[in-house]
């Protein structure tokens, strides 16, 4: 048994550590733990994505719950993750399962554990479940005999959350023109709910794989720059204005432009901010992980907003979000949440809200990156992955903390710690080091204001490096 947690939950390749048994034995230890905590009887939400068994794997979780006596809403379809929080708020539920393993590739599977906020749980959350697995006998109830007793009840909220997507959004008739987008679900769960809303929204949609595919059509269900090729090419085919792209289970959003380029997940989060600012006049604290651009930062100050800097993680912009007054947290993934919605990604809101901010302004989405970039400056942003023994990584971070007086040609202004080694740079440019805690990578993040001086910051951390592999996965 080897059953390994992450922030948010479980994730194995299936069939060698995301197995059945292993899946019961983690499902055991999360009722045991609502047992002892008293809030059983509120019940948990099971939702699941088009990954291999999935279905299955949703069902088994749902009868060893029940055969614990908690009462189980099993979500009667593929779903996107935030339905799936959506409807643990709206049902008052103690918790939500979903049945994902995200954007990794197809021979993964994974169990991401919601709380009672409809948000991710903490990290003290997952070490008591963590500690539980294997301390009990696992209790299972037939299926047929669990929805007979009312302890599995199938249920649709589709209706409830499409209202919940247009409570913030412009009624239709306020619309000037109508938009033509590209929704490209890489074969995930949140295509159709994201076609539908557009549409009803007044855009004029054109659908890209949109079929649940478990292969996920031989490409990771993952909205970067080298996953989308299918994406810039429709939307030159079809003359869009724009395409947008959802990840495997709808939490992520990716975007192209009219003119098929990759729009980075750093300036949509930056134009959501943008908006929900200036054409919204919403107030709040914006809230970024630590390897996020810092056109964020420039727009906060711009609108006399705080801005919090967190680790890595959206649970740890989810904890700041139960906290304080919050108006919009977001990653450099493009996972991006704005708690008035809920305190959860939600890629399909955030798609909605960048087509509001286009209507409202007027632009299109190369023009709004432009006068992003002019409100906030030219900023370049990469990240590379580098293939790197545990060994060497540690030997590695060991010899960053020490302060260079320079780094790629940039003077070196200070060093921060707070998830990795961060090198505070000239110019408002950084490099970040960080390790991975789950795989035998490093993550490099850099940004600068000049792509010259970008690709010399990559350059000089690959030659630290030395003999890494990159894997070269730009964001």
Not at 5 to 12: A, L, V, Y
Not at 57 to 79: E, H, M
Not at 264 to 286: C, D, M, N, Y
Not at 374 to 391: N, T
Request: proline share 5%; charged share 25%; with cysteine.
């Amino acid at each position: 048994m080897e059953i390994r947690f992450g922030t948010e939950g479980w994730r194995g390749q299936i069939a060698d550590t995301f197995t059945i048994s292993n899946l019961k034995l983690v499902c055991q230890a999360l009722a045991d733990e609502l047992l002892v905590r008293g809030t059983a009887e509120q019940g948990m939400v099971i939702g699941y994505d088009t990954r291999f068994l999935s279905d299955t794997f949703a069902r088994v979780c749902a009868q060893v719950l029940a055969a614990n006596g908690i009462p189980v809403y099993l979500l009667d379809s593929v779903t996107p993750t935030p339905l799936l929080s959506f409807a643990v708020r709206y049902l008052d539920a103690a918790g939500g399962l979903m049945v994902t393993a995200s954007h990794n590739p197809k021979e993964w599977n994974g169990l991401k554990w919601k709380g009672p906020h409809a948000g991710p749980v903490g990290e003290g959350d997952i070490r008591q479940l963590a500690a539980r697995v294997g301390k009990s006998a696992v209790q299972i109830m037939p299926f047929d005999e669990a929805k007979s007793a009312n302890l599995i009840r199938l249920t649709n909220l589709d209706s409830q959350y499409f209202s919940q997507l247009f409570r913030f959004l412009e009624p239709p008739g306020s619309k000037k023109r109508r938009v033509h987008v590209v929704v490209d679900a890489m074969h995930g769960a949140a295509g159709n709910y994201f076609a539908r809303a557009l549409e009803e929204m007044g855009c004029m949609v054109t659908r890209l794989r949109s079929e649940p595919d478990p292969t996920f059509g031989g490409v990771n269900p993952e909205p970067i720059q080298q996953n989308l090729g299918l994406l810039m090419e429709k939307v030159l085919e079809v003359e869009a204005d724009l395409g947008l792209a959802t990840d495997g289970d709808g939490d992520r959003l990716g975007a192209v432009d009219a003119h098929g380029n990759f729009v980075s997940p750093q300036i949509l989060f930056s134009l959501l901010t943008l908006h929900l600012l200036r054409e919204r006049k919403w107030q709040g604290a914006v809230v970024k992980t630590f390897s996020t651009t810092g056109m964020i930062d420039k727009v906060a100050s711009l609108y006399g907003v705080p801005l919090r800097v967190v680790p890595i993680g959206f649970k740890y912009i989810c904890d700041v979000m139960q906290s304080e007054d919050v108006l919009i947290g977001g990653e450099e993934s493009g996972g991006i949440g704005i708690p008035r919605h809920m305190p959860e990604r939600d890629g399909i809101f955030s798609g909605m809200l960048l087509i509001e901010h286009l209507l409202c302004s007027g632009q299109d989405l190369t023009d709004a990156a432009e006068h992003l970039m002019f409100l906030a400056g030219h900023h370049a942003y990469d990240r590379v992955d580098v293939h790197l023994e545990q060994k060497k990584k540690e030997q590695l971070l060991k010899s960053l903390r020490q302060k260079p007086r320079t780094f790629g040609g940039l003077a070196v202004e200070a060093v921060q710690t707070l998830d990795g080694i961060k090198y505070r740079l000239q110019d408002d440019g950084w490099i970040l080091f960080r390790p991975s805690g789950t795989e035998p990578l490093l993550r490099i993040y850099a940004e600068a204001k000049d792509p010259h001086d970008l690709h010399k910051l990559i350059g000089a951390a690959k030659q630290l490096i030395g003999q890494g592999k990159s894997a070269a996965k730009d964001r």
